[in-house]
Nanobody
Framework: QVQLVESGGGLVQAGGSLRLSCAAS????????VGWFRQAPGKEREFVAA???????NSADSVKGRFTISTDSAKKMMYLQMNSLKPEDTAVYFC????????????????????WGQGTQVTVSS
């Protein structure tokens, strides 16, 4: 069982930056692929970024070049660095993990993930 707790959300002006953190509990964090998703009011949850436990990354076109996903397995932490934020980035952001047996595999579908955090609100003002 893995429990995830996000932090780092808040209110920021357009063009600003935030770093979201996600702390994982459990005996070990090795061998897990990680993803970040977001859900804006009235919209479906959407993929933001993912990373395999071997370090391969992928991100949605809407955030490419602005958002960076990373992990620190020793600390059991996951991060989403968000730069050049736009009002359309406003959403609740969720981290998620899934046990993966392929170090190169990342996952972009929410249904692929087994464990989710409770979410952290990000609001970008214009």
């Amino acid at each position: 069982q893995v429990q995830l707790v996000e932090s780092g959300g808040g209110l920021v002006q357009a063009g600003g930056s935030l770093r979201l953190s996600c702390a994982a509990s459990g005996r070990t964090f090795s061998g897990y692929a990680v993803g970040w998703f977001r859900q804006a009011p009235g919209k479906e949850r959407e993929f933001v970024a993912a990373i395999s436990w071997g370090g391969n990354t992928n991100s949605a076109d809407s955030v490419k070049g602005r958002f960076t996903i990373s992990t620190d397995s020793a600390k059991k932490m996951m991060y989403l660095q968000m730069n050049s934020l736009k009002p359309e980035d406003t959403a609740v952001y969720f981290c998620a993990v899934v046990r993966s047996y392929n170090q190169n595999s990342y996952y972009t579908r929410g249904s692929d993930y087994d464990y989710w955090g409770q979410g952290t609100q990000v609001t970008v003002s214009s």
